[in-house]
């Protein structure tokens, strides 16, 4: 059989990919794996694997053979101060040497590592902390805070002694794991009163979440790989951090407050050629004037998180000379559909979600859960265990496969019987040379049952009347769908992994009601 990455072609992989192939880019098996051996230890004398980007402008580059070192270490520290397998290791840390050592390290002991977002309140991290139950804490800038409210735990700090005082430990550490064994649990984004189910992952999770790396993200090894997204959330753990580096690649990663021109600075330092990032990202380097001061080159880029707009994907294409690719998935059932980046022979289709992941089959479900029609509105859902699952997200299909994005079940509007979808009256407003950023939800109507409500943040110096803008969404899509409330706001609230979050703006909407 042919290797995954000799397939070279769309047809190919269609027709000559096979999990069990997967296993074949791994020296780990189904019986005996770990993460920390598959993404350092097999890579020694490799040169450098990581370089962090700090919102200072520092570039920090960190060698795979020094992190070979320093996580062995680790592990022996975690096994000095009394931590089992399978217990949990809290990093409140933002990504550096002293991040990934901690990350590694744990999962080389065989703990598991619990990345955790570094801005984090007290509430949500208290909520992440009591759902984990973590032997000890790592932190830095945060650590006399989190030990006041922790005193029972170990809190280690991160600071310049750090990965000093671990050099009194042995170098090199046998590692004793079965692939079956936990790794990491990885939280996705929420609010500090509703926590997410933590994402409980396996040493050999890598290997299933290596299809979105390689046919998502379209990872090579010869890639010179950047992913921004924090490595406290899915996107940028796997596939920033764990699925590139299992590939021998060197990756570009980011640490600190975001601003677009570090991003764009780092592209031009590393000589970027795939970039992977949020939606959001895009959005905001579309909207610094930073892209002609900095020589770019792309051959790859991806998106994930939520649809991209028109514009934004329009943008990218002009000033990147690549079509972004999209990577839909859910937590509960990780990507299902991917765009096949670097693929021939397949076509980046504009606001498209793109087509099933390798091994994956997906449908849309109309409302008597039967198959919907081509073009037809409805419940996207994959199989599993033989079963149709749905993954409480709406959109349809084209004559040509593609699958298209209508909104989470919360995001589409039915007014006066007529039903809207919310992304694609955002995606319209995009389009309006005044408007920065929108969001749409449904709010209660007496008369209509709800009615479409935009919140929109106006570019620097703008100006437009609320009737321009709805006669100018009426223009563009049915006379009916169009938000008959528009609220100017300074800023639209987002969640931790950067997308904007519309729960927040329906909780504020049901106050305002009561």
């Given at each position: 059989m042919t290797p995954l990455l000799g397939l070279k072609s769309y047809s190919d992989i269609q027709n000559g990919f096979s999990h069990d192939l997967l296993w074949d880019l791994f020296d780990g098996n189904k019986e005996y794996m770990n993460l920390a051996h598959e993404c350092l230890d097999r890579h020694a004398g490799k040169g450098c694997a990581i370089s962090v980007k700090h919102h200072t402008g520092f570039l920090e580059h960190i060698d795979y053979d020094e992190l070979i070192e320093s996580t062995s270490q680790f592990a022996y520290q975690l096994e000095s101060l009394g931590v089992a397998k399978g217990q949990r290791v809290a990093i409140v840390l933002e990504p550096g040497k002293s991040f990934y050592t901690c990350l590694f390290g744990a999962i080389k002991r065989g703990a598991v590592a619990v990345p955790m977002f570094t801005l984090f309140g007290p509430d949500a991290l208290a909520l992440r902390v009591k759902d984990c139950s973590p032997s000890l804490i790592i932190a830095d800038k945060n650590h006399n805070l989190i030990v006041k409210q922790f005193p029972n735990l170990i809190v280690l700090k991160a600071d310049e002694n750090f990965l000093v005082s671990l050099q009194g430990f042995p170098s090199e550490y046998s590692i004793k794991t079965k692939a079956s064994d936990l790794s990491v649990f990885q939280y996705t984004s929420g609010t500090t009163r509703e926590l997410p189910e933590a994402v409980k992952h396996t040493q050999r999770s890598v290997v299933t979440l290596m299809i979105a790396a390689l046919f998502g993200v379209g990872l090579r090894p010869t890639d010179k790989y950047f992913c921004p997204s924090s490595p406290a959330w899915g996107h940028g753990l796997w596939h920033g951090t764990i699925a590139p580096l299992a590939l021998g690649i060197h990756i570009g990663a980011y640490a600190g407050q975001f601003d677009p021109k570090m991003i764009y600075e780092v592209l031009e330092e590393l000589q970027i050629d795939n970039l992977a990032a949020a939606a959001t990202v895009y959005r905001m380097l579309r909207n610094t004037d930073c892209r002609d001061k900095h020589q770019i080159h792309l051959s790859k880029c991806s998106f994930t998180g939520e649809p991209l707009d028109p514009q934004t994907f329009s943008w990218i294409q002009a000033n990147f000379g690549v079509s972004p690719a999209s990577m839909y998935g859910t937590t509960e059932v990780g990507v299902i559909m991917v765009d096949y980046p670097g693929i021939s022979g397949h076509l980046i289709r504009p606001g498209a979600l793109g087509k099933p992941a390798p091994g994956n089959e997906v449908i849309v479900l109309n409302t008597d859960d039967d198959l919907a029609k081509i073009n037809e509105i409805g419940e996207i859902a994959v199989k599993r265990k033989g079963a149709w699952f749905k993954v409480k997200d709406f959109g349809y299909i084209d004559e040509e496969g593609y699958f298209f994005h209508a909104g989470r079940s919360d995001d589409v509007i039915i007014s006066a019987g007529w039903t809207m979808s919310a992304v694609e009256i955002e995606n319209t407003?995009?389009?309006?040379?005044?408007?920065?950023?929108?969001?749409?939800?449904?709010?209660?109507?007496?008369?209509?049952?709800?009615?479409?409500?935009?919140?929109?943040?106006?570019?620097?110096?703008?100006?437009?009347?609320?009737?321009?803008?709805?006669?100018?969404?009426?223009?563009?899509?049915s006379l009916h769908e169009y938000s008959r409330e528009i609220y100017f706001v300074e800023e639209l609230p987002k969640t931790p992994a950067g997308k904007i979050n519309r729960k927040a703006l329906r909780d504020t909407a049901k106050k305002e009601k009561t």
């Open positions: 407003l995009l389009t309006h040379p005044a408007i920065a950023e929108a969001a749409v939800i449904g709010v209660p109507d007496d008369l209509r049952g709800q009615v479409a409500r935009a919140y929109v943040l106006l570019r620097t110096g703008a100006s437009v009347e609320p009737d321009i803008l709805k006669a100018y969404m009426k223009s563009r899509l």
